[in-house]
Nanobody, 115 residues
Framework: QVQLVESGGGLVQAGGSLRLSCAASGIIFRLVTMGWYRQAPGKQRELVAQVTRSGSTNYADSVKDRFTISRDNAKNTVYLQMNSLKPEDTAVYYC?????????WGQGTQVTVSS
């Protein structure tokens, strides 16, 4: 079955950096669009960044020039490098695999940015 396991979240001060990882199994990873979403308390889940199977990327306006999504098809892993973190980036971050059969989610990893 499809499994997505996130890691790398934590507590960081404003201006700091974190790198999230998502290890995927049960899918042909190189063929799948992968994404990172986040959900803050009381808010809807929102797209942060996506990377297609060809390597094309797109970002939410709020994270452009600060976050970078990348993928390593040899390791079945997608990454989210987060720099210049702000308190408003505080949320649970979820990995997503966009398959033809539907979207799959990881369990989420908490990112907390203190001011």
């Amino acid at each position: 079955q499809v499994q997505l396991v996130e890691s790398g979240g934590g507590l960081v001060q404003a201006g700091g950096s974190l790198r999230l990882s998502c290890a995927a199994s049960g899918i042909i990873f190189r063929l799948v669009t992968m994404g990172w979403y986040r959900q803050a308390p009381g808010k809807q889940r929102e797209l942060v960044a996506q990377v297609t199977r060809s390597g094309s990327t797109n970002y939410a306006d709020s994270v452009k020039d600060r976050f970078t999504i990348s993928r390593d098809n040899a390791k079945n892993t997608v990454y989210l490098q987060m720099n210049s973190l702000k308190p408003e980036d505080t949320a649970v971050y979820y990995c997503n695999a966009n398959l033809l059969s539907g979207g799959y989610w990881g369990q989420g990893t908490q990112v907390t940015v203190s001011s």
